[in-house]
């Protein structure tokens, strides 16, 4: 009798094999995965992914201590988002502040996202050694002192200080809370609610420019913003404190999985040692991600109030639309990603983004500018909606604090010049604006970059992994990380008569 399933090829083996392997794979709209049966014998076939489900049907499956977690894990991603574009979206008000150019004022950005990468290191070791709770407790807590530390610095030399420490802590925050967010999700509601979580950031940049349309266009009136920075970040903070350590870390714990701290850097060494081609493609990844965000938004209020020459109310007004369709692109994108695959909606995405430049750049107005910002960021904001699913799938289980966290910031270390180049490049350069003055030129340099961006993500993402489907449940804590794997899925095959499992040989 024939096989009912439809047989695949072996998973390849090797960097460039699999990768080879990844690229016929986004072809295809089945998914490649082994198959464990009741005997241990092994396949790989096939599969076609499960239907998309309704919204709604995917909320509802979430509890209301899931739906907790998950607040307050998009809520602390928010309020760290607002602290980082409380200072991106006021740059003219500060070089005249602080009596300096621009891209000076954007060396603060370089060394916040520079910085990020050692707090991600340091804080999301601590909180999957120690919980999810007490380091992103503090990390909030030191951001919201940072924030008034921000306000109160007297010369140019004491604010790049203090916001080299903002970064520090800013860093500690992506990883625990996207632990703390998507952990707790069902499968099927991940890629959906991965969506809503990444977009918290696009969310905090949205009511920073709130806040900056609020305050008006004065010099001294980004120290109003800062204020309420600081205020989210002690509120997130606070909130935090409310609730309880995350159900897998504390699961873990109970079952004897917790180990020592002597243990925990041992075996975090051997994770590096054994999945130092993972952690290499997904900070090479986020580099180019963190490029795509920083420089399609960072500078763009500038670029509207000094090459559009809108006031800074319309330009406020215009970036607040533009985060607004990031909001919507990312929320749709990541529930769309849990049927079409992670790495084909980035792709698309990302492809469809490049297409709209021209007419992001290259029109006047606010109402249009506002319209294609709006179309430009909800495609941006829609590939990286996928990013923190992605990164957790790909995660090695007893890392899903550490692994996100730590690739993410390194691609923000790595991309942390980004706002600095275009604005040096645009100080440099010089175009007609629709007036006749001739101003810097920020449109050419913004579509330019970006569109470089965007080719190096879709390569990037076109011959790497995916993880689709993955289940976070019954990880370990640090110890014996391939061992504990195995022993899950001998467990499950005796239970189950057949095992499905992704293409690294992990449950899916």
Not at 184 to 209: D, H, K, W
Request: some cysteine; proline content about 4%.
């Amino acid at each position: 009798m024939a096989p009912d399933y439809e047989p695949a090829d072996p998973v390849a083996k090797g960097i460039i094999p699999t990768a080879k392997q990844s690229f016929a794979d986004l072809f295809r709209w089945k998914q490649r995965v082994v198959v464990i049966n009741e005997l241990g014998e092994t396949h790989t076939e096939w599969q076609s992914p499960a239907p998309l489900r309704n919204p709604f049907s995917l909320m509802a499956m979430l509890s209301a201590r899931d739906w907790v977690f998950f607040f307050v894990g998009w809520f602390a991603w928010t309020a760290d988002a607002f602290d980082f574009h409380a200072l991106s979206i006021q740059t003219v008000k500060l070089s005249k502040y602080y009596d300096t150019s621009k891209t000076a004022i954007t060396t603060a950005i370089t060394l916040t996202l520079l910085l990020r990468s050692v707090g991600a290191a340091i804080f999301g070791l601590l909180g999957d050694r120690y919980g999810r709770k007490w380091p992103m407790v503090i990390n909030l807590i030191v951001l919201g002192a940072l924030q008034i530390g921000t306000i109160y610095a007297a010369t140019f030399q004491e604010f790049l200080a203090v916001r080299s420490l903002f970064g520090l802590f800013m860093g500690g925050v992506y990883g625990n809370a996207v632990a703390m967010a998507l952990e707790n999700c069902p499968t099927e509601a991940r890629g959906f609610m991965s969506g809503i979580l990444q977009q918290g950031y696009s969310f905090g940049y949205v009511l920073a420019a709130i806040a900056n349309l609020g305050v008006g266009g004065a010099v001294d009136s980004w120290k109003t913003v800062f204020w309420v920075a600081a205020g989210l970040s002690f509120a997130a903070g606070l909130l935090r404190c409310c609730f309880p350590e995350s159900k897998q870390f504390t699961e873990a714990k109970a079952s004897g999985k917790h180990i020592t701290a002597a243990d925990f850097w041992t075996e975090t060494k051997e994770m590096l040692t054994n999945e130092w081609r993972m952690c290499i493609y997904c900070t090479i990844l986020m580099s180019w991600f963190n490029y795509y965000s920083h420089t399609s938004q960072d500078s763009y209020t500038t670029f509207c109030l000094v090459q559009k020459e809108l006031s800074n109310d319309a330009a406020s007004r215009a970036s607040i639309l533009m985060k607004t369709g990031a909001v919507v692109g990312g929320s749709i994108t990541g529930y769309l990603s849990q049927w079409v695959g992670r790495r084909r909606a980035i792709v698309v995405s990302a492809f469809i983004s490049g297409l709209l430049i021209p007419a992001w750049i290259l029109v006047e107005g606010e109402r249009a500018l506002s319209v294609t910002s709006f179309f430009m960021q909800f495609f941006v904001q829609g590939a990286w909606g996928i990013v923190p699913i992605h990164l957790s799938e790909l995660s090695p289980p007893a890392y899903r604090s550490t692994f996100p966290g730590l690739t993410y910031q390194l691609g923000n270390a790595i991309s942390s010049p980004s706002a600095q180049i275009v604005n040096a490049i645009s100080e440099s350069h010089f175009v007609r604006s629709k007036s006749g003055d001739i101003v810097e030129a920020y449109g050419p340099t913004l579509g330019l970059a970006t569109a470089i961006v965007i080719l190096g993500i879709m390569v990037t993402t076109a011959f790497g992994p995916e993880k689709r489907g993955r289940e976070f449940e019954g990880g370990p804590i640090g110890a014996n990380i391939h061992r504990d794997e195995e022993k899950a899925i001998d467990s499950a095959s005796l239970d189950e008569k057949s095992t499905a499992i992704d293409e690294n040989g992990t449950r899916a």
